[in-house]
């Protein structure tokens, strides 16, 4: 991902774009490891959150974009401790250890990213026209389905 951009611009960017080709060409010049396994985790059916482990309320950050504590783009490697029945998850993660870190997490990135972890969790990014068959079509090596 390019340095400068937070997933959420990335989103907004792609929002703007008026041809299915712009839209293939903006997820390939993000298309760093990170974004790739954030888009994998967003459409892959196999890859299901723990919603038990999602705080019951978080305050969203109120510093503006880039001045944040952390950013999605370097949070993704860690999503796996979110994940059902994920093999490297530690055995004595307990729902409420996940629900601290995920609490943390949230409150750390922009309110903007910690929205769209929120939609990562369900499953459903709201990014118009960000579809299972785009992001295939962008990343062919990407494994989104059996």
Request: charged share 30%; hydrophobic share 40%.
């Amino acid at each position: 991902m390019s340095a400068d951009k937070l997933y959420s611009e990335i989103f907004e960017d792609f929002d703007k774009c008026t041809t299915k080709e712009e839209r293939l060409n903006l997820l390939r010049k993000h298309g760093d490891k990170s974004f790739i396994t954030f888009l994998q985790m967003a459409f892959n059916p196999e890859i299901l959150f723990d919603k038990e482990a999602f705080p019951r309320n978080y305050r969203p950050a109120l510093e503006p974009a880039g001045l944040n504590y952390t950013y999605l783009n370097l949070e993704v490697s860690k999503l796996y401790r979110f994940i059902k029945n994920h093999p490297s998850k530690a055995a004595g993660l307990t729902t409420e250890k996940q629900r601290k870190l995920l609490g943390v997490m949230l409150e750390a990135l922009h309110a903007d990213e910690a929205r769209i972890l929120v939609n990562l969790f369900e499953k459903d990014l709201k990014v118009k026209y960000l579809t299972k068959k785009l992001v295939k079509e962008a990343f062919p090596q990407i494994n989104l389905w059996k």
